[in-house]
């Protein structure tokens, strides 16, 4: 079992990694990546190039997620992203809201980014732009994207569901009767 020490009021405590909620994470990151493979022109995201250079037979359409497609990626980065931290971390219910709160608070912050696209595009540092691939796209990012209050909406939505299932997951019923398979 990997171990991970949690600062805990000035205290040092060890914590245990929680598997199930990395798994659920894992998951919904995966959802969200079909709504870009199936649903977003390949020039939109990031890997989308890479992906249409080497697979080639990605093309964009409505019909998976539909409507859904729009906001759903909001909703699955914050729900994944705080999930996998939280177990990651092995956190309780302050540790999980408060990871949950700082995703909501990274997805909002891209997204008005998003509707200040000429302040956003002068801040990105210029070795950002050459130097790191995922650091390199966030130019493409605020160039291209919109802002969409939904999207806010939805990164809310994914942090409540998010505190929820960490909850769940790592109450009293479910951890013991996955202790003894992870």
């Not at 199930?20 to 190039?49: D, H, T």
């Not at 019909?63 to 497609?69: P, S």
């Not at 759903?72 to 092995?90: C, E, N, Q, R």
């Not at 990105?124 to 732009?129: G, L, N, R």
Request: hydrophobic share 50%; net charge positive; with cysteine.
């Amino acid at each position: 079992m990997i171990r991970d020490a949690v600062v805990s009021r000035g205290n040092l405590r060890s914590c245990k990694t929680n598997i199930p909620q990395i798994l659920v994470g894992i998951g919904a990151l995966s959802l969200g990546a079909l709504v870009y493979l199936f649903e977003r022109s390949p020039e939109s995201y990031g890997f989308g190039v890479i992906v249409r250079d080497y697979l080639g037979f990605i093309r964009p359409h409505r019909m998976l997620f539909g409507a859904l497609a729009n906001n759903l990626p909001s909703f699955t980065h914050v729900f994944a992203f705080s999930l996998m931290t939280a177990g990651l971390l092995g956190t309780r219910r302050k540790g999980n809201l408060l990871i949950c709160l700082l995703w909501f608070l990274i997805d909002t912050v891209f997204e008005i980014g998003q509707g200040l696209k000429l302040i956003s595009l002068a801040i990105i540092p210029e070795w950002f732009k050459v130097h790191t691939l995922p650091m390199a796209n966030l130019q493409e990012y605020f160039r291209y994207g919109t802002f969409d209050i939904r999207d806010i909406v939805a990164g809310l939505l994914g942090a409540l569901a998010a505190f929820m299932v960490a909850e769940f997951i790592s109450g009293p019923f479910l951890r013991e009767r996955l202790s003894h398979r992870f």
